[in-house]
């Protein structure tokens, strides 16, 4: 192995204690507790640990974290009556509805209810529209991570050629803006991209979120390329445990690339970590305070 690995934790570890001293700030010059509300729907297991885990990191950071839980069979009418609560309450600076919800819930009707000042997920259209239009927007958090890490190990994206593999709204298409904005030469591919591998070995800077286990093999990397891995599969072993990896064959990769993130350990704690600075920085915005520091 020869590329250097992109530890995750540790630089998300960084990020929000930045995002703590600005809570702590904001307290002391302002009075202003940012506060972020998660909705959970169901009993999702990876949901539910998802849902705890950004509880648990929301109060170290000084802020206050509001937990709303309805059950599977909540109808559509129940958690969008929920929406406008939080959408009107002053203590509530952003809010997140856990994804997938349960099949009798409309996720897009949902996601439009969430007021764009508030939308920390940036997934509203507004946002997505003011971040495709060149506009200050709240971005989605795993691409704002992935800018985050690639940025640790190159101290400009500027004219670097970026691959991204995968097309989602969650990450290929915000992803597309944010390195747009940073210089970067942006290509995006996908599962019909004719000679995929050939695309992905022109890359300076490849992004694998295609959501395939170890899809991105090692022949397919530029040496010396960033590959910044978003892909959390969970594939069988013989012990019936199962493990995670990502969308890159990572010890394939690992020999040919300069840089490269784990799964886990890599794009996944900078999701949160991203998600308490959108949380901060609405709180600043609704508040008409400049923007903060992080």
Avoid at 76 to 96: C, K, M, R, W, Y
Avoid at 128 to 154: D, N, Q, S, Y
Avoid at 264 to 280: F, S
Wanted: charged share 20%.
């Amino acid at each position: 192995m020869t590329a250097k690995i992109i530890d995750g934790k540790a630089i998300a570890a960084e990020l929000r204690a930045k995002v703590a001293a600005e809570v702590q700030r904001l307290g002391q010059a302002h009075a202003l507790v940012p506060g972020l509300a998660v909705v959970l729907v169901g009993e999702n297991p990876a949901s539910a640990v998802y849902v705890r885990s950004k509880g648990k990191q929301t109060v170290e950071a000084g802020m206050k974290s509001f937990e709303h839980r309805l059950p599977e069979t909540a109808s559509e009418s129940e958690l969008l009556a929920l929406v406008q609560t939080l959408n009107a309450d002053p203590a509530v600076h952003g809010i997140l509805v856990q994804l997938p919800l349960p099949k009798q819930i409309d996720s897009q009707k949902v996601l439009n209810a969430i007021d764009p000042a508030k939308d920390v997920d940036g997934f509203h259209p507004v946002n997505a529209g003011r971040l495709a239009t060149g506009l200050p927007a709240l971005v989605p958090c795993t691409p704002l991570g992935c800018v985050m890490l690639a940025k640790t190990v190159h101290a400009s994206l500027e004219g670097q050629e970026a691959v991204i593999v995968g097309r989602s709204n969650i990450v290929g298409k915000p992803l597309i803006q944010l390195l747009l904005n940073e210089n970067a030469t942006v290509t995006v591919a996908h599962s019909r991209t004719r000679d995929l591998p050939a695309v992905c070995r022109r890359a300076d800077l490849l992004f694998a979120a295609v959501g395939r286990p170890e899809m991105v093999r090692g022949d397919w990397v530029k040496q010396g390329a960033t590959v910044i891995d978003v892909g959390i599969n969970r594939v069988p072993t013989p012990d019936g445990k199962g493990r995670i990896v990502g969308d890159v064959a990572f010890a394939e990769a690992a020999a040919i690339a300069g840089a490269i993130t784990p799964v886990p350990g890599g794009v996944g704690p900078m999701t949160i970590a991203c998600l308490l600075v959108n949380t901060v920085r609405a709180a600043c915005a609704i508040n008409g305070l400049p923007a903060p520091a992080v």
